[in-house]
């Protein structure tokens, strides 16, 4: 009397590890990266670096441009200002009609910057699933840095909207 066979392994593609079994017809560079949603979580699409996933520079671009609109804004207000005693300094202090660009700014910086610096961490970490991701941590030290000079610009409209509504709270 002879034992069967052992069964052949049976392909677990579908599944979220992405397995495929030795000897299956699932090509390696299409394991798991569709079923994880690489392309949805912020690695690029395939093909554009030789078959591997790279991180999105998407956060890092969210990132500069809420920078770069708030260092605008910081211009305008300062250009725009009335010189106003703020401690023990003279600084030019938005018109009261005008506060929403404060606040417009201390939105951008650094809120905005904090959640694009958030997503970058958790798209990262959700593409190193995938053994073809390629990390980039030039983008978390970059938004780490906007992050540090983010909070450096919410000083400034964070002082021109307590002077707005200091100014309203006392003249009525």
Do not use: C
């Amino acid at each position: 009397m002879t034992t069967p066979p052992p069964p052949a392994p049976r392909s677990r593609s579908g599944a979220s590890g992405g397995y495929s079994a030795p000897g299956s017809s699932a090509p390696s560079s299409a394991r798991g990266a569709s079923a994880r949603g690489a392309s949805v979580r912020g690695a690029s699409a395939r093909g554009t670096s030789g078959g591997r996933d790279v991180a999105s520079p998407l956060p890092l671009l969210i990132g500069m441009l809420a920078v770069a609109l708030s260092i605008v804004i910081v211009i305008v207000t300062a250009v725009n200002g009335r010189a106003s005693s703020v401690w023990f300094l003279t600084l030019p202090i938005i018109e009261p009609g005008l506060w929403w660009l404060s606040l417009v700014g201390y939105v951008l910086t650094p809120l905005v910057v904090i959640v694009a610096f958030g997503l970058n961490r958790i798209w990262q970490r959700d593409g190193l699933r995938d053994r073809s991701f390629t990390p980039k941590p030039g983008y978390s030290l970059a938004l780490k840095w906007m992050v540090g000079a983010s909070f450096l610009l919410a000083l400034w409209h964070i002082v021109n909207l307590a002077t707005v509504v200091s100014d309203a709270w006392v003249n009525p």
